[in-house]
């Protein structure tokens, strides 16, 4: 029993030893060679056990591979969003005159500098980590430098809107939505959602981030147009070699300046906030409409900085059905949170919207309201001598009893249409032979009704022949009749003009043959003496 014992001992020690050796090796047994350490034959081992098989011969050099290096994170993040940025620098670098000369321009304005880079603070972490989950370069994060300041509410003169400044056409194709309740290309999350969803595409098409960028500020199908044109003439096609509107020759390069100061701002002398690598904001969700000036004073927010992270909410109450939810810095959530379930104030609206059922004055619409029409109009945008159309969302003051809040419908869709208010002027004209109230009404398109109040008569009345009547007329219809016989006039004057001129040819040919005639006859006259 013993020498059993001892003898499977043995065996398993041998055979944790040949697994040792294997070092979990997975194909299967090893063919034994003739040179088998003592003679072993591999099918006299037991099942599952592996003998090392030694080289024979001499030895031969390892052939060499190339190994594919593999990316090094380091084990501390980096200290501020500045070093964050400069890590994830990946677009290839342009050195141009263009760029020394923003360069010089940005850093002799340290005080413009510096208040971008304020206002962005607020912004980048969340940009960078929107970069980097896409793995796009981050110097892109510093675009909005470029755009617009950093300033969420820019409008440039073409209409293009926010940080990112998006036209409106090209922000509806990005389900960016622009009511008059809100408009997403100033909103932080969404616009910068649309902007890599746009760069990503321009860089897809292009295959080059500063083709994407010039396409960006450009527009692709300018871009795409260039490019054709450069191969067909066989030019190059890179953006230095592109012919652009001086705009866009200087994107590119306004964007490597502020990567170099960002890169190195001792080398420019230009001193950057201190931005902590952290989130600056985070997202608090709305569940009944609520004043922008209550909400930033539940958060304990100022009014300015509530308004720089929710730039959307133009008007001075936020929906919940349109906007879900609000932009807080990180620390004022949870105190937003906490005294808006203690607040004891009743309804966290004043204002609500309302339908225009048919077209009227803004100041009919106000008396509705027990509004003033300055204040109607200033919360509308309502300019000028104007009518609100029927169907149009406005925004009123809300009623104690209203409890319930502005729909989604609405809250998506809400519009306003304004159309210009008609000014009539009282003018007099003559009625001719056989002329009626309504025969003269229906000269000038008016109501049969009206001609007859203004005049003092009745409804079925007949003028006389020469005798004047007062109407009232739009003030551009009279316009409209004296441009019209200036232009009369004038095709007259064109007329005769033109007549002139087609029988001057003819003068001429006729002077001509004459001349010619003349001349023959002299050099006849001359031949003969």
């Known amino acids: ?30 063919t034994l060679s003739t040179g088998s350490p003592s003679g ?18 001499s030895l031969r050099a390892l052939p060499s591979v190339t190994l594919n290096p593999l990316s090094v994170y380091t084990l501390t993040p980096p200290a501020d969003m500045w070093d964050r940025i400069r890590l994830g620098f990946a677009m290839p670098d342009l050195d141009s005159d263009l760029v020394r000369d923003r360069e010089q321009w940005y850093s002799s304005r340290p005080g413009y500098v510096q208040r971008m880079t304020d206002r962005g603070s607020k912004y980048l972490f969340y940009i960078v980590e929107e970069l980097e989950r896409r793995n796009m370069p981050t110097e892109l ?23 990112w400044q998006f036209m409106p056409a090209t922000g509806r194709h990005f389900d960016l939505t622009q009511n008059m309740f809100r408009d997403d290309r100033r909103d932080v999350l ?32 300018s871009v795409g147009r260039a490019i ?25 390069p306004k964007l490597q300046a502020v990567k170099n100061i960002v890169a190195d701002p001792a080398r420019y002398n230009v001193g950057l906030p201190a931005v902590g690598n952290h989130p600056y904001f985070q997202t608090v969700d709305i569940r009944r409409d609520i004043d922008v000036t209550l909400a930033a004073k539940l958060a ?3 009014l300015d900085d509530f308004r720089a992270l929710n730039p959307s909410a133009s008007k001075p109450v936020l929906l919940a059905a349109g906007t879900p939810q609000i932009l807080l810095p990180w620390d004022n959530a949870q105190i937003f949170q906490a005294n808006l379930e203690s607040y004891g104030g009743g309804s966290t609206a004043s204002w609500t919207a309302w339908i225009a059922p048919s077209t009227l004055k803004p100041a009919d619409a106000a008396a509705k309201f027990g509004m003033s029409e300055a204040d109607l109009r200033a919360v509308n945008n309502i300019n000028g001598r104007m009518l609100i159309k029927a169907g149009s969302t406005l925004l009123v003051h809300r009623a104690t009893s209203v409890l319930q809040d502005v729909s989604s419908h609405v809250a998506d869709n809400g519009q306003l249409s304004l159309a210009p208010e008609i000014v009539l002027r009282r003018t007099t004209v003559k009625a001719g032979k056989k002329d009626t109230v309504a025969s003269l009404a229906r000269r000038y398109h008016l109501n049969a009704a009206d001609v007859a109040q203004w005049n003092k008569i009745s409804a079925s009345a007949a003028f006389k022949a020469g005798q004047k009547v007062v109407v009232y007329l739009p003030a551009r219809a009279k316009v409209s009749r004296t441009a019209q016989r200036g232009s009369s006039k004038a ?6 003009s033109s007549k002139k001129t087609a029988k001057a040819p003819v003068r001429t040919k006729a002077m001509t043959a004459k001349r010619q005639a003349a001349q023959a006859k002299r050099a006849v006259q001359v031949s003969k003496r």
């Not at 072993?40 to 011969?57: D, T």
């Not at 095709?491 to 005769?496: G, H, T």
Request: glycine share 10%; aromatic share 10%.
């Open 1 to 30: 029993m013993k020498i059993f014992l001892k003898l499977a001992a043995l065996l398993l020690s041998v055979w944790l030893a040949g697994c040792a050796s294997t070092g979990g090796d997975k194909q299967g047994t090893y």
């Open 40 to 57: 072993v034959q591999a099918n006299s081992m037991p099942p599952g056990l592996r003998i090392p098989v030694y080289p024979s011969g």
């Open 141 to 163: 994060a510093l675009l909005p430098f470029i755009e617009s300041a950093f300033n969420p509410q820019a409008v440039s003169s073409a209409r293009a809107a926010g940080m």
């Open 190 to 221: 969404a616009s910068t959602r649309a902007a890599l969803d746009y760069m990503q595409r321009l860089y897809g098409m292009f295959g080059d981030w500063h083709l994407a960028l010039a396409a960006y500020n450009w527009g692709e199908g």
């Open 228 to 252: 054709a044109k450069n191969k067909k003439l066989g030019l190059g096609t890179s953006y230095t070699d592109l012919k652009m509107p001086m705009e866009t020759q200087f994107y590119v």
């Open 300 to 302: 304990e927010v100022p």
């Open 491 to 496: 095709s007259r004057v064109s007329k005769i």
